[in-house]
């Protein structure tokens, strides 16, 4: 492996060269229409590091609603490079921090043009009008930024983002296929419903039916003890200040149920689970260490997400079944409307329309994508199909791997796979 990893940077080195002095990138980038507040960053890892601003209309297809500014960080190895395009799904103040380095980004020695999604952060229109929140608009947002930055990259270009930002490099790509010559979205899902039930199917056969088990037990203790935990969720959310919508016992049943979810989500090791005879707040401080209250409070900071989720993107919904006994809640149906949407939210219908565009795309042609999945993810239980007689679709799930399975912890005989044809795509 160690061979073919060397003879994959060999191709690349031998492919690009660089040559270019500090600040010919800001040169270039006041140059560009739209673009402002040009900032410099400091990074361990590139020449030159900028946060930028660029202007964008609150929606491509009725320009005159107005507009607002969405940040954008660009990080510079050579202008004879490829370039990656992170489609973030969320903020982007992490990508600013100068150990930051996108994994394709790192493989490929490449620029990176990192996208902070509109509604999130300090790409927030205001006022703010939930309308125009849309996929659609984030797509052309993306298309908006890949124009410009072309005018001065103009070698290959790769969009990749992970997991709300892997959703997003799939709707980019949907509605704008020739604008990159290949993308890798990281564990993405393509959901059919606000709370699509393929997720619990998933939570039932996941992972050994000892583990299962192991969690179930663990949450019917949790419940079991429903008055001391609810004392302690009081304690705890005073401490945090954080307030909730529904009562404090009805908070304590969605932290149970979604601590299946979070508990393979980030593959966590059953080790990890308190002996079912440990006092009480060994007990709370667990179920909060991977399905915290804060998750359900009003305060929790992916609103925006949220109105994504019920109007376009779906998500996920509980199984109330085993624990039915135990529940101070009847059932969990609605729960994404009833207490995560914020306060100011429209009423919302979910729409299955992007599903199916995304779908069909995928069906109907053969783009060069390569989707990274973990076996234990939930998310992997709406991952996208496997259609017969692709050949540039490719799909590589890690074994055992969770939502944080990447191309370099992937086993050895998939990164060879995988690495040899990403260098096949750059020739």
Same mark, same amino acid.
């Given at each position: ?15 690009? &060269?660089?040559?270019? %002095? !500090?600040?010919? *990138? ?6 560009? @229409?739209? =673009? ?97 929140? &849309?996929?659609?608009? %984030? !797509?052309?947002? *993306? ?6 930055? @072309?005018? =001065? ?275």
């Amino acid at each position: 492996m160690k061979h073919i990893f060397n003879l994959f940077l060999l191709t690349l080195l031998v492919s690009f &060269t660089t040559s270019v %002095s !500090a600040g010919e *990138l800001k040169d270039k980038l006041l140059q560009l @229409k739209d =673009i402002s507040q040009i900032e410099s960053l400091e990074s361990d890892f590139y020449k030159e590091k900028y946060v930028v601003r660029i202007t964008q209309p609150l929606d491509h297809k009725r320009p005159e609603s107005g507009s607002f500014t969405q940040r954008i960080i660009v990080a510079h190895v050579g202008f004879d490079r490829p370039t990656v395009i992170v489609t973030e799904g969320y903020g982007g103040a992490y990508a600013m921090r100068p150990r930051y380095q996108e994994e394709i980004c790192k493989l490929l020695d490449a620029n990176m043009i990192f996208v902070e999604h509109r509604y999130f952060l300090e790409s927030t229109p205001e006022p703010l009008n939930w309308d125009y929140l &849309t996929a659609e608009n %984030s !797509a052309y947002d *993306l298309h908006h930024v890949t124009t410009a930055f @072309k005018q =001065i990259y103009t070698d290959k270009w790769i969009s990749t983002g992970i997991s709300k930002g892997g959703q997003t490099t799939m709707i980019y790509r949907s509605y704008f296929p020739d604008d990159v010559d290949f993308s890798i979205p990281y564990v993405a899902p393509l959901n059919r419903a606000v709370e699509d039930s393929r997720q619990e199917v998933f939570l039932r056969k996941v992972g050994t039916k000892k583990e299962r088990k192991r969690i179930k037990d663990f949450q019917t203790e949790i419940l079991k003890r429903k008055e001391a935990m609810v004392s302690l969720l009081k304690t705890f959310s005073e401490e945090k200040k954080l307030t909730y919508r529904i009562p404090l016992a009805e908070v304590l049943d969605y932290c149970v149920l979604e601590y299946s979810f979070a508990f393979w989500q980030w593959g966590t090791s059953v080790s990890n689970i308190p002996s079912l005879d440990s006092g009480d707040k060994m007990l709370f401080d667990h179920l909060m260490d991977i399905s915290g209250s804060d998750y359900f409070s009003e305060t929790q900071p992916n609103a925006s997400f949220f109105i994504q989720a019920a109007k376009e993107l779906g998500y996920y919904g509980y199984d109330t079944k085993p624990f039915r006994k135990y529940l101070t809640i009847t059932h969990a149906q609605g729960y994404v409307d009833k207490i995560m949407l914020p306060p100011n939210a429209p009423e919302i219908t979910f729409n299955p329309a992007l599903y199916h565009k995304i779908y069909d795309f995928l069906k109907e042609n053969d783009p060069k994508m390569i989707w990274i999945y973990g076996e234990v993810d939930p998310w992997s239980a709406t991952r996208v199909p496997h259609f017969k007689g692709k050949v540039n679709e490719q799909i590589y799930i890690q074994p055992r791997g969770s939502h944080r399975a990447r191309i370099s912890n992937m086993p050895d005989d998939m990164k060879e796979k995988i690495l040899s044809q990403i260098a096949e795509w750059l020739r």
